[in-house]
C-alpha cells in the first residue's frame, strides 16, 4: 500500500467514524411490543398489535420522524408467560436495540419491569392493572386506568344500584389478585359486606366449583374479573346456575358474547372507554382506519397501543429536537417529564400524573342485544 | 347443604367428561405402552371438526358428532402410523417416543390456532334445559355427559370381555410379547386401540363444544386428567382409569367445600402423589 492510498483511507476511515458519532440518528426507530400472540388469551394479542401497527402505518405514511421510519418489532408472551416474556423483553434490546417497550399484561408488565429499569428502557403499558407497576420504575408508564380505579369505579357503580353484599371471581394470577384486594378495599371501605371470593387456574377445565360456591354466598351482585374467554363462561355458568344477581365486569369483548350467548343480556362492564365521536375527529379517523385495515371496529387496547405509539413517537422527535445523544430511554423519559401531556386519541389531550399513569375515561356500558350500550361516566378514584 | 349437593353433582358430571377422556387414554396407553400427550390436542381437533361441520357445513348436530367421531378416530390411527409406528419399527426406547409425542402435541395445537383461529367456537344451533334437584341445578348436556361416559364405558368393557379384538387387545396389554409370539398382530391392534381411543374423545369434545365452547389450548387440560386418571387408576386397567377420574372429580369439586378454589387444580397432584407414594401401583393392581 503506498503512503498516498494510506493517508486515503485513513482520511476516509476518520470522516466515516466521526460522522457516526455526530449522527445519532437510527436507521430506524424500533420499537417493541409484548403481546399476547398464542397462548389461552391472542384476543388481546390481535388487538393491541393491530392498533400499535395502524399507529406505525401512520406515522410513517407521513414521512415518520424527520424521515426516519418507526418500526414494530412484536414478542410474543403466549398470554401471561413470565419466562417468555422475560426472553423476548432481553431480544428487544440487546438484539433489536429498542428504547421504548410497549409491554401487556399485569404479569408480564411486572416480569419485565426490572430489565427495563435496569438498562433504562422506558416501558408504556396500556394493557395491564396491576397496582405493583406503578412507582417502581422511573421507566414505567401506564395509560390505562389501574386495577385500583376500576375496582372502585365497579364498587360505586354496585352500591348505588343498591347492592350490600358483594362476591367476586377471578382468575389466580397477578392481575386477578391485585383486583381482588383493590375491590375488596373499595367495597369494605363504604362499610359494605364481601361475602366471596373465589379464584381458578387459568388452564382450568372447568369452573362450575367457583360458580356454586359464589351462589352459595348469596351475594347482591358479582364482580366477574376473569378475562377473555372466561368471562363470558362465568357468567354462562351463573345464569346457568340460576344467580339472577347483577353482574359487573372489567372488561368484556366480542368473544365474550358468544360465549356467553343470551345470558350476557343485562351484564354490566366498567372500563376504560373509547368510542369515536365527530366532537373528536382523530378518534373517528382511527376508528375508520382500523375497521378498514382490520374489518372491525376497535376496542380501547386498541386504542390504547395505537395511542403508546404516538406518545412515543413524539417524546422522540421532542428529544430530537434538544439534540445529541437524544435516542435512549433516559431521554425519552426526560422529554416526557418536561411536559406529561399529549395529543389523545381518546379527546383532547392525556397527562401523566406523577406517579405515571394517564387515567383514561372510566365508562359503565350495559349489554343489550350483544351490544355494549354506554350508560354513564364513573368514578375511577 | 345446597352447596354440598351441588358440589357433589358438579364432581358427578366433571367425573363422567374426566372418564371419557380417561377411558381413551388409558386404551391407548394400557395396550401399546404409548404415552401420546398429543392425546389431547387429537381430542380438541375432534371437537373442532364437528364444530366445523355443525357451524360452517350446517349439518345436523348429530350427524356433525358421527363424523367428528370418524375423522378423529382417522387422525388417532393417523398419529399411530406416521409418528410412532416408525419409532417402533427402529427399535426406539421409549422416551423417544415420549419426546415424539410432546412435538406432536405442540405442533397439532399450533395448527388448531392457525386452521382454526385463536378465539373460542361455540355451537348456537344446539339448545338444552336446565333441570333443579333441590336447590342444585344441572343442564342436559351435563347428564348427557354421565349418559355417555355409562355408554361408552358398558360398550368398551362389553368389547373387552366378549370380542375376538377385544380379548386380543387385553392380550396385548398383559404381556405384548407374549401376544406376539401367540400369533396376535399387535399392529393391527395398535391401529384399532389409536382408532377407538381417539374416538371416545371425540364424545367427550362434542359434550365440551356445547358445555364450553372450544379454544386451542384445551387438550392440555384434557391429557393432563387423562393421564392422572390412568397413573391413579392403575396403568393397564380401564376399571381403574374410570373409577380415578371420578376421584379426581370429586376431590376437586367436594375438596373446595371449605379451601380456596385457588387450590383445585394443585390437589390432583396432591392426590397423584399421595397415590404414587402409598400406593405406586394405583387403585385396581393387575394380576
Same mark, same amino acid.
Given at each position: 500500500?503506498?503512503?498516498?492510498?494510506?493517508?486515503?483511507?485513513?482520511?476516509?476511515?476518520?470522516?466515516?467514524?466521526?460522522?457516526?458519532?455526530?449522527?445519532?440518528?437510527?436507521?430506524?426507530?424500533?420499537?417493541?411490543?409484548?403481546?399476547?400472540?398464542?397462548?389461552?388469551?391472542?384476543?388481546?394479542?390481535?388487538?393491541? $398489535?393491530?392498533? +400499535? =401497527?395502524? !399507529? %406505525?402505518?401512520?406515522? *410513517?405514511?407521513?414521512?415518520?420522524?424527520? /424521515?426516519? #421510519?418507526?418500526? @414494530?418489532?412484536?414478542?410474543?408472551?403466549? $398470554?401471561?408467560? +413470565? =419466562?417468555? !416474556? %422475560?426472553?423476548?423483553? *432481553?431480544?428487544?434490546?440487546?438484539?433489536? /436495540?429498542? #428504547?421504548?417497550? @410497549?409491554?401487556?399484561?399485569?404479569?408480564?408488565?411486572?416480569?419485565?419491569?426490572?430489565?427495563?429499569?435496569?438498562?433504562?428502557?422506558?416501558?408504556?403499558?396500556? /394493557?395491564?392493572?396491576?397496582?405493583?407497576?406503578?412507582?417502581?420504575?422511573?421507566?414505567?408508564?401506564?395509560?390505562?386506568?389501574?386495577?385500583?380505579?376500576?375496582?372502585?369505579?365497579?364498587?360505586?357503580?354496585?352500591?348505588?344500584?343498591?347492592?350490600?353484599?358483594?362476591?367476586?371471581?377471578?382468575?389466580?394470577?397477578?392481575?386477578?389478585?391485585?383486583?381482588?384486594?383493590?375491590?375488596?378495599?373499595?367495597?369494605?371501605?363504604?362499610?359494605?359486606?364481601?361475602?366471596?371470593?373465589?379464584?381458578?387456574?387459568?388452564?382450568?377445565?372447568?369452573?362450575?366449583?367457583?360458580?356454586?360456591?359464589?351462589?352459595?354466598?348469596?351475594?347482591?351482585?358479582?364482580?366477574?374479573?376473569?378475562?377473555?374467554?372466561?368471562?363470558?363462561?362465568?357468567?354462562?355458568?351463573?345464569?346457568?346456575?340460576?344467580?339472577?344477581?347483577?353482574?359487573?365486569?372489567?372488561?368484556?369483548?366480542?368473544?365474550?358474547?358468544?360465549?356467553?350467548?343470551?345470558?350476557?343480556?343485562?351484564?354490566?362492564?366498567?372500563?376504560?372507554?373509547?368510542?369515536?365521536?365527530?366532537?373528536?375527529?382523530?378518534?373517528?379517523?382511527?376508528?375508520?382506519?382500523?375497521?378498514?385495515?382490520?374489518?372491525?371496529?376497535?376496542?380501547?387496547?386498541?386504542?390504547?397501543?395505537?395511542?403508546?405509539?404516538?406518545?412515543?413517537?413524539?417524546?422522540?422527535?421532542?428529544?430530537?429536537?434538544?439534540?445529541?445523544?437524544?435516542?435512549?430511554?433516559?431521554?425519552?423519559?426526560?422529554?416526557?417529564?418536561?411536559?406529561?401531556?399529549?395529543?389523545?386519541?381518546?379527546?383532547?389531550?392525556?397527562?401523566?400524573?406523577?406517579?405515571?399513569?394517564?387515567?383514561?375515561?372510566?365508562?359503565?356500558?350495559?349489554?343489550?342485544?350483544?351490544?355494549?350500550?354506554?350508560?354513564?361516566?364513573?368514578?375511577?378514584? | 347443604?345446597?352447596?354440598?349437593?351441588?358440589?357433589?353433582?358438579?364432581?358427578?358430571?366433571?367425573?363422567?367428561?374426566?372418564?371419557?377422556?380417561?377411558?381413551?387414554?388409558?386404551?391407548?396407553?394400557?395396550?401399546?405402552?404409548?404415552?401420546?400427550?398429543?392425546?389431547?390436542?387429537?381430542?380438541?381437533?375432534?371437537?373442532?371438526?364437528?364444530?366445523?361441520?355443525?357451524?360452517?357445513?350446517?349439518?345436523?348436530?348429530?350427524?356433525?358428532?358421527?363424523?367428528?367421531?370418524?375423522?378423529?378416530?382417522?387422525?388417532?390411527?393417523?398419529?399411530?402410523?406416521?409418528?410412532?409406528?416408525?419409532?417402533?419399527?427402529?427399535?426406539?426406547?421409549?422416551?423417544?417416543?415420549?419426546?415424539?409425542?410432546?412435538?406432536?402435541?405442540?405442533?397439532?395445537?399450533?395448527?388448531?390456532?392457525?386452521?382454526?383461529?385463536?378465539?373460542?367456537?361455540?355451537?348456537?344451533?344446539?339448545?338444552?334445559?336446565?333441570?333443579?334437584?333441590?336447590?342444585?341445578?344441572?343442564?342436559?348436556?351435563?347428564?348427557?355427559?354421565?349418559?355417555?361416559?355409562?355408554?361408552?364405558?358398558?360398550?368398551?368393557?362389553?368389547?373387552?370381555?366378549?370380542?375376538?379384538?377385544?380379548?386380543?387387545?387385553?392380550?396385548?396389554?398383559?404381556?405384548?410379547?407374549?401376544?406376539?409370539?401367540?400369533?396376535?398382530?399387535?399392529?393391527?391392534?395398535?391401529?384399532?386401540?389409536?382408532?377407538?381411543?381417539?374416538?371416545?374423545?371425540?364424545?367427550?369434545?362434542?359434550?365440551?363444544?356445547?358445555?364450553?365452547?372450544?379454544?386451542?389450548?384445551?387438550?392440555?387440560?384434557?391429557?393432563?386428567?387423562?393421564?392422572?386418571?390412568?397413573?391413579?387408576?392403575?396403568?393397564?386397567?380401564?376399571?381403574?382409569?374410570?373409577?380415578?377420574?371420578?376421584?379426581?372429580?370429586?376431590?376437586?369439586?367436594?375438596?373446595?367445600?371449605?379451601?380456596?378454589?385457588?387450590?383445585?387444580?394443585?390437589?390432583?397432584?396432591?392426590?397423584?402423589?399421595?397415590?404414587?407414594?402409598?400406593?405406586?401401583?394405583?387403585?385396581?393392581?393387575?394380576?
Amino acid at each position: 500500500m503506498s503512503k498516498r492510498t494510506l493517508f486515503a483511507a485513513l482520511v476516509l476511515s476518520s470522516a466515516l467514524t466521526s460522522g457516526a458519532a455526530l449522527a445519532a440518528d437510527p436507521a430506524v426507530y424500533k420499537i417493541g411490543g409484548i403481546f399476547a400472540m398464542t397462548g389461552a388469551s391472542p384476543h388481546y394479542g390481535k388487538v393491541m $398489535s393491530a392498533g +400499535a =401497527q395502524l !399507529a %406505525v402505518d401512520e406515522i *410513517n405514511a407521513q414521512g415518520g420522524i424527520d /424521515g426516519i #421510519k418507526l418500526q @414494530l418489532v412484536i414478542e410474543d408472551h403466549k $398470554s401471561g408467560s +413470565a =419466562q417468555a !416474556a %422475560v426472553a423476548g423483553m *432481553n431480544r428487544l434490546i440487546d438484539v433489536e /436495540g429498542v #428504547k421504548a417497550v @410497549l409491554p401487556s399484561f399485569s404479569t408480564v408488565t411486572l416480569a419485565t419491569m426490572p430489565i427495563g429499569d435496569q438498562k433504562k428502557v422506558m416501558m408504556i403499558n396500556g /394493557g395491564g392493572v396491576s397496582a405493583q407497576t406503578v412507582g417502581t420504575s422511573p421507566y414505567m408508564f401506564n395509560i390505562r386506568s389501574m386495577a385500583s380505579d376500576l375496582a372502585a369505579g365497579i364498587a360505586h357503580r354496585a352500591a348505588e344500584q343498591g347492592a350490600k353484599k358483594l362476591a367476586q371471581i377471578a382468575i389466580k394470577s397477578e392481575f386477578g389478585d391485585a383486583t381482588i384486594a383493590a375491590t375488596t378495599k373499595a367495597w369494605e371501605g363504604m362499610g359494605l359486606k364481601m361475602v366471596a371470593a373465589e379464584q381458578f387456574q387459568a388452564d382450568a377445565a372447568n369452573i362450575d366449583t367457583q360458580v356454586a360456591k359464589l351462589r352459595a354466598s348469596q351475594p347482591d351482585a358479582i364482580a366477574n374479573w376473569p378475562t377473555t374467554p372466561q368471562a363470558g363462561l362465568a357468567v354462562k355458568r351463573m345464569r346457568e346456575l340460576g344467580m339472577k344477581q347483577a353482574v359487573y365486569c372489567m372488561e368484556w369483548t366480542a368473544e365474550d358474547t358468544k360465549v356467553a350467548g343470551k345470558h350476557a343480556e343485562g351484564v354490566e362492564v366498567v372500563t376504560d372507554y373509547f368510542a369515536a365521536t365527530d366532537e373528536n375527529p382523530w378518534s373517528k379517523r382511527f376508528a375508520d382506519a382500523y375497521k378498514a385495515k382490520f374489518g372491525e371496529m376497535p376496542d380501547f387496547y386498541a386504542a390504547n397501543y395505537y395511542e403508546g405509539v404516538y406518545v412515543i413517537a413524539e417524546l422522540i422527535r421532542r428529544a430530537k429536537a434538544k439534540g445529541g445523544d437524544y435516542y435512549s430511554g433516559e431521554r425519552l423519559v426526560q422529554a416526557l417529564w418536561e411536559n406529561p401531556t399529549f395529543d389523545s386519541v381518546y379527546g383532547k389531550t392525556l397527562t401523566f400524573r406523577k406517579n405515571g399513569v394517564a387515567q383514561k375515561p372510566v365508562a359503565v356500558f350495559r349489554l343489550e342485544n350483544g351490544e355494549q350500550k354506554f350508560v354513564k361516566f364513573t368514578t375511577g378514584e | 347443604m345446597d352447596l354440598l349437593i351441588q358440589l357433589t353433582l358438579n364432581g358427578l358430571f366433571n367425573g363422567a367428561h374426566f372418564a371419557l377422556l380417561a377411558m381413551g387414554f388409558a386404551l391407548i396407553f394400557g395396550t401399546t405402552g404409548v404415552v401420546h400427550f398429543a392425546y389431547g390436542p387429537v381430542y380438541a381437533v375432534g371437537a373442532y371438526a364437528i364444530w366445523a361441520l355443525a357451524a360452517l357445513v350446517g349439518l345436523p348436530f348429530w350427524a356433525a358428532v358421527l363424523l367428528g367421531i370418524a375423522f378423529t378416530a382417522a387422525l388417532g390411527v393417523g398419529c399411530y402410523l406416521f409418528i410412532y409406528r416408525p419409532f417402533e419399527i427402529s427399535g426406539s426406547p421409549p422416551f423417544v417416543v415420549l419426546v415424539a409425542s410432546l412435538g406432536l402435541f405442540i405442533v397439532m395445537k399450533n395448527l388448531i390456532g392457525i386452521v382454526f383461529g385463536t378465539g373460542v367456537k361455540t355451537v348456537d344451533s344446539v339448545a338444552y334445559d336446565v333441570h333443579f334437584v333441590g336447590n342444585a341445578f344441572f343442564t342436559t348436556v351435563q347428564l348427557g355427559q354421565v349418559a355417555a361416559a355409562l355408554l361408552v364405558g358398558c360398550g368398551i368393557a362389553l368389547f373387552l370381555r366378549a370380542s375376538r379384538y377385544g380379548k386380543a387387545i387385553r392380550a396385548m396389554a398383559d404381556n405384548r410379547e407374549m401376544a406376539t409370539v401367540i400369533g396376535i398382530d399387535t399392529t393391527r391392534l395398535s391401529i384399532l386401540v389409536f382408532a377407538l381411543g381417539s374416538a371416545v374423545s371425540a364424545v367427550a369434545g362434542a359434550l365440551v363444544l356445547l358445555r364450553d365452547g372450544l379454544n386451542p389450548n384445551m387438550g392440555f387440560g384434557a391429557v393432563f386428567v387423562a393421564f392422572v386418571a390412568v397413573i391413579v387408576g392403575g396403568v393397564g386397567s380401564l376399571r381403574g382409569a374410570v373409577i380415578a377420574a371420578f376421584l379426581l372429580a370429586f376431590v376437586q369439586s367436594l375438596g373446595m367445600w371449605q379451601i380456596p378454589t385457588e387450590w383445585q387444580n394443585t390437589i390432583v397432584f396432591v392426590v397423584l402423589f399421595g397415590f404414587l407414594l402409598a400406593r405406586p401401583s394405583g387403585i385396581v393392581r393387575r394380576a
